[in-house]
């Protein structure tokens, strides 16, 4: 049985909550943003995902198709916003990728976010805190591949993205550190385990070789959380601490995504003037 049918691109209007933020020396120092999710919607592939914590997929918690791949954003603020530790200006511009499954968006909206930490982040079906572990692994990834999965095709952004979701989903993992257990590359395989993709079979085998060169050794994550100030208004959200000026290829795939805790690399910021 599937329950959900991942990530939605809405076209009809969602309301949103606004906040004010106040200003001092001309900077914003409060933990919140606003951040509209750039027309027409997610630059990916469309996939078909199940998670099911005891790994056989006869009835899934949960199963749908939804798109893998980039959410492309801008700043909306009145001045500069210091968000994380990181210092945002009205019209930057940014790319997130998502590590939740389900949940709405619309493109041309507008959304609020507070910060937290990558590691505080929901896990398996929000079950339970992502934890430094795998906020160490999603850093890694970002480390080794955001560049190339936000200036490459919608096929690496669909790679990306499924990679993302094994190792937020896989909940397999609880079992490394155990004598004899299985090693780290035996676990992350995003067409076994707890999670899965099973019907885009060029898109797994690249997200699984990304996967494979995962050594679990950092330890310490660089990513910023950005957490929704309103549940079912917009999804959740990492963002790294330094920026890449890149050009943003134009967006494809315009489904429903998966997009509860979103995660954007390593500073990848660019303003809309001069640019």
Known sequence: MERGAGIMVRTA??????????????????????MSFETPGIYGRAIHYSYDPSGSHSNPLLSGTTTAGRFDWTV???????????VFNNGDQFSTFTAELTGFITPGETYMYGSVTVEDMPGSAGSSALGAFRAGLLQEL????????????????????????EIGFEDRLAELGSGGGPRLSELLVADAGTFIVSDDSAV?????????ELT???????????????EAVGPNQIFATSVVAIAL???????????????????????????
């Open 216 to 230: 679990g050794t950092v330890l310490n994550s660089q990513l910023i959380g950005f957490n929704s100030m309103a």
């Open 204 to 212: 797994v085998d690249l997200a699984n070789v990304w996967l494979g």
């Open 13 to 34: 209007t969602i309301a949103f909550v606004c906040c004010a933020v106040f200003t001092i020396n001309g900077t914003s120092s409060a933990d919140e943003i606003a």
């Open 249 to 275: 290829p134009a967006p494809f795939w315009l489904a429903g995504v998966g997009l509860g805790a979103l995660i954007v690399g390593r500073k990848k910021l660019r303003r809309l003037a001069g640019t």
């Open 76 to 86: 909306i603020s009145e001045g500069p916003v210091v968000f994380g530790g990181h």
């Open 142 to 165: 970002f480390d080794n591949h955001y560049t190339e999965s936000v200036n490459g095709t919608t096929f690496h952004a669909a790679a990306f993205q499924v990679a993302l979701w």
